[in-house]
């Protein structure tokens, strides 16, 4: 009886030293993916492109990431870096191997995809788009594409609009899957950022790989609070931008606290204005973040 207790408890110590070394030096377990699996799951700090690192080649990006201690990046399109549906084969391969090489996690691409105008061959365009920057996810290795709603349009009931925007992720979301991709819905836009008409464009769509972008808006905060909003999304929430952390007028520690508690172990994204002195910045957002995140 003696032995068996030794060797259950032997047992019991080396499986808690192995799952306790994965945890410490981030060992890949099955399943899980690389920017997962990079040390103790928790949220990580990253950066927005817009507007801070807009004039930035990737070299550049890469290696303010890497000096301020940010561990991702949002690619906007438009943007110096240049990644775009229309590069070839061989850069898109240049740029996988220059974020895997870094240490930097391509988290995501930011488009400006849209799908809410009433001009019914706009949303096609649009949703078209959107299926190149998929590919092109997929290639650079980019864990998501976000898109955004960006209006109500007057003429046209609000209902059959946040409809119209769900189907049309429904699209974008199943072309994903097939190449492994996430959809990021952006909390954005005149009317669109309310976070109940965010709600009804999700129960609209039909792709489990279309989530939600918290945009850290104004229009989160209700009677003091970003509670009641967090919880309303908090089931489709895939990715976070953050802004000015200095702002008073924003509930920084709840939201950070909702996030902690929810469980959520993905990025939260940086989106700032340029700076003459964006290193610094960055350091000192770092350091803040660092507080919020205790």
């Known amino acids: 009886m003696l032995n068996v207790l030794k060797a259950t408890r032997r047992g019991f110590i080396a499986r808690v030293l192995c ?66 549906p229309n590069i070839s084969q061989q850069r898109r391969l240049e740029v996988r191997r220059m974020f895997e090489d870094s240490g930097i996690v391509l988290w995501g691409l930011g488009t400006v995809c849209e799908f809410h105008s009433p001009n019914q061959d706009e949303v096609k365009r649009n949703i078209e788009v959107c299926k190149e920057f998929v590919i ?54 005149h009317g669109t950022s309310h976070p109940p008409h965010i709600h009804t464009i999700m129960q609209y769509c039909e792709a489990p790989n279309v989530g939600v972008c918290w945009n850290s ?45 929810s469980g959520y172990d993905r990025f939260t994204l940086a989106e700032i204005p340029e700076s003459q002195d964006a290193l610094r910045i960055m350091r000192y957002y770092r350091a803040l973040w660092l507080e919020l995140t205790r």
């Open 19 to 84: 799952s306790g070394g994965a945890l410490l030096f981030g060992l890949k377990t099955s399943g899980e993916s690389s920017w997962q699996a990079v040390g103790v799951r928790r949220m990580k700090l990253g950066l927005v492109t817009y507007n801070l690192a807009k004039d930035w080649d990737l070299e550049t990006i890469i290696r303010n990431c890497r000096e301020a201690k940010f561990e991702g990046v949002e690619l906007r399109t438009t943007h110096k870096h240049g990644v775009e």
């Open 136 to 189: 092109l996810a997929k290639d650079v290795g980019a864990k998501g594409v976000k898109v955004r709603p960006n209006a109500l349009p007057k003429e046209v009931p609000v209902q059959k609009t946040l409809e119209q925007i769900g189907r049309a992720l429904t699209e974008c979301g199943k072309f994903a899957a097939d190449y492994g991709v996430e959809i990021w819905l952006e909390v954005h836009g």
């Open 217 to 261: 808006n104004n229009t989160d905060i209700k009677n003091g609070s970003v509670k009641e909003y967090f919880e309303l999304l908090r089931p489709y929430i895939k990715s976070v931008h953050i802004n000015e952390l200095w702002r008073e007028d924003y509930p920084w520690r709840e939201l950070f606290t909702l996030l902690k508690n």
